[in-house]
């Protein structure tokens, strides 16, 4: 890469993704008049929901409703949006150079907003109805299947947690836990006092449009409204990685409480963080997040013309430094 490889464009910041935590970064750095890029690198994580619940005077908007809504916001302020993934990071001195499609850019600052991928069960079946009759979180999707015939699927502690707190949405619940399980007796007795049937056989395959079919390997076939279990969940960008952000043992970007990462000049919001993953807690890490990026921005501009406020964010320190 040489210099004249960099277009003309030099940004505040650049925002990698344009989900809950990306869109309110954007709208919180346009209306501090930066000059923002917004990569959006395609659908946020539960666009195969039907509707999003829990998000304040927005509750049961289908999650394309509320992306188009969060672009809209953008409007009034210079912040541009390209649908185009970052492909790769550089750092150059001070600044950050981004390349996405065939150009780079170079921006003063940068927020990860990349979210994580779910990795779900091999289960032939699952994977289609994931987001319409299989779910992992009943504050999101517990509501529309109240009192419904609900199915956990899970083996282990995770498993024994998840069924009891469904439970609380419906009295039919099922722990499925797809062959051998590694429940503890006193879990056993838990899920049986609170009428909780374990099912241990090895599940074949899933079908069904409005209602779950269960095929067991026996044979049988169960009949549920919904499923929830836990996915296992990577990155949804390898970037953050290989710009040297730290991450924790369940591979989550280790961010302050502002949301600055190891490596100064980034910041990262929303599920990737191990924040709690619900849209309204993304957004609001992307807004804290947002507000400490500008602030350094604030600082570094004031210093330039040869001011100083009392002490510099900076000062602060990203999560690795002391
Ligand atoms: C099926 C399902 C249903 C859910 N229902 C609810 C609900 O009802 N209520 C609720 O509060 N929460 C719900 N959630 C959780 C909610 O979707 C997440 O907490 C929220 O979307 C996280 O927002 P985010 O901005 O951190 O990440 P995401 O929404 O995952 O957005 C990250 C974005 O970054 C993009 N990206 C990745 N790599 C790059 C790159 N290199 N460059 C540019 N962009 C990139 C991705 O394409 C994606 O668009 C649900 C989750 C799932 C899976």
Known sequence: MTGQDFGEDLYDAVILGAGPAGLNAAVVLGGA?????????????????????????????????????????????????????AREIRCEGDLFAVRCDQA?????RLLFATGVRDVLPRIPGLRERWGRLVHHCPYCDGWPNREA?????????????????????????????????????????????????VVTTSIRRMSGQDTLR???????????????????????????????CELNEKSRVLVNE????????????????????????AAATGMLAAVSL??????????RAGAAFHKSPDEA??????
Not at 218 to 243: C, M, Y
Not at 317 to 322: D, R
Request: with cysteine; hydrophobic share 35%; glycine share 10%.
């Open 104 to 108: 780079w850019v170079r921006a003063r």
């Open 33 to 85: 008049r930066r000059r923002v890029l917004l990569l959006d690198g395609g659908p946020p994580r539960n666009a195969r929901a039907t509707a999003a619940h829990g998000v304040f005077t927005r509750d049961c908007t289908p999650p394309g409703d509320l992306k188009r809504l969060g672009l809209e916001d953008l409007e009034p302020y210079d912040v541009t949006v390209r649908a185009t993934p």
């Open 149 to 197: 015939r609900l199915a956990v699927l899970g083996s282990h502690q995770e498993g024994h947690h998840l069924a009891l707190s469904v439970r609380a949405w419906s009295d039919h619940v099922t722990l499925l836990t797809d062959g051998p399980d590694e429940l503890t007796d006193k879990q056993r007795r838990d899920l049986d006092r609170v009428g909780i049937p």
């Open 214 to 244: 269960v095929h067991l390997q026996d044979g049988r076939t169960l009949e549920h409204d919904a499923l929830f279990l836990n996915p296992t969940q990577v990155q949804g960008s390898r970037l953050p990685a290989l710009i040297g």
């Open 258 to 281: 502002n949301g600055m990462t190891s490596v100064r000049g980034v910041w990262a919001a929303g599920d990737m963080t191990g924040a709690q993953q619900y849209v309204v807690n």
């Open 317 to 322: 320190g990203g999560v690795g430094e002391a």
């Open 294 to 303: 500008n602030t350094t921005l604030i600082h570094e501009n004031v210093r």
